[in-house]
């Protein structure tokens, strides 16, 4: 599966981005599909994942309040809202989906990745 993510750039402390995750050819409704981000030096983490169905959502503790993640089945595109940026928050994010659940596709190390969206928190 090809997962095309966009919507990154610049912002200062304290603003907003929205990515998107999308995946040509795939009805990304019929899966889990979790957020990740990696910054250099590091190794990638799970942040925020979204079940298929009904769509429960879960989060890591450091994004938890701030970020949300919600689908929008007619454009088969999952977003992340992410509000009230820091510094920490700089890195590459990916997405990825998978058929089990949220707790186990978040800790997933998955063999292959997509470019990713580039975000940089900084004043």
């Known amino acids: 599966v090809e997962f095309v993510e966009s919507g990154g750039g610049a912002v200062q402390p304290g603003g907003s981005l929205r990515l998107s995750c999308t995946a040509p050819?795939?009805?990304?409704?019929?899966?889990?599909v979790a957020w990740f981000r990696q910054v250099p030096g590091k190794e990638r983490e799970g942040i925020a994942c979204?079940?298929?169905?009904?769509?429960?959502?879960s989060y890591v503790n450091s994004v938890r309040g701030r970020f949300s993640i919600s689908r929008d089945n007619n454009k088969n595109t999952v977003y992340l809202q992410m509000n009230s940026l820091k510094s920490e928050d700089t890195a590459v994010y990916h997405c990825?989906?998978?058929?089990?659940?949220?707790?186990?596709?978040?800790?997933?190390?998955?063999?292959?990745w997509g470019r990713g969206t580039h975000v940089t928190v900084s004043s």
């Open positions: 050819g795939v009805r990304l409704d019929s899966y889990t």
């Open positions: 979204i079940s298929s169905g009904v769509g429960g959502a």
């Open positions: 990825q989906a998978d058929q089990d659940k949220c707790v186990i596709v978040i800790n997933t190390v998955f063999p292959f």
